[in-house]
Nanobody, 119 residues
Framework: VQLQASGGGFVQAGGSLRLSCAAS????????IGWYRQAPGKQRELVAV???????KYADSVKGRFTISRDNAKNTVYLQMNSLKVEDTAVYYC??????????????WGQGTQVTVSS
């Protein structure tokens, strides 16, 4: 299973971006899937996660500004980021708990996508 993230970019403070992460592969299912981020010199941190039942959890720093959603038919998770702040600048990573025929349950990271917010 591969996770392909996209949608990062450069935006001014107060602007918006939408990240996407699409899973592909053979005979798999997605349990929880979410986004983490890592700023220079800092540890990777959870941004938002959505369960298979669409329950969501957000970091306090993004509550009310970011929205996570998933399209199960497309095996894709989205992160709508509004009212972006300079401190949101980071590399954003997709992460998923997966199940695959012949492999069972496992966790997978996607490649990062850079989000840069300027003042």
């Amino acid at each position: 299973v591969q996770l392909q993230a996209s949608g990062g970019g450069f935006v001014q403070a107060g602007g918006s971006l939408r990240l996407s992460c699409a899973a592909s592969g053979s005979t798999f299912s997605i349990n929880a899937i979410g986004w983490y981020r890592q700023a220079p010199g800092k540890q990777r941190e959870l941004v938002a996660v959505i369960s298979s039942g669409s329950r969501t959890k957000y970091a306090d720093s993004v509550k009310g500004r970011f929205t996570i959603s998933r399209d199960n038919a497309k095996n894709t998770v989205y992160l709508q980021m509004n009212s972006l702040k300079v401190e949101d600048t980071a590399v954003y990573y997709c992460n998923a708990d997966l199940w695959q025929v012949g492999r069972g349950q496992f966790n997978k990271w996607g490649q990062g996508t850079q989000v840069t917010v300027s003042s």
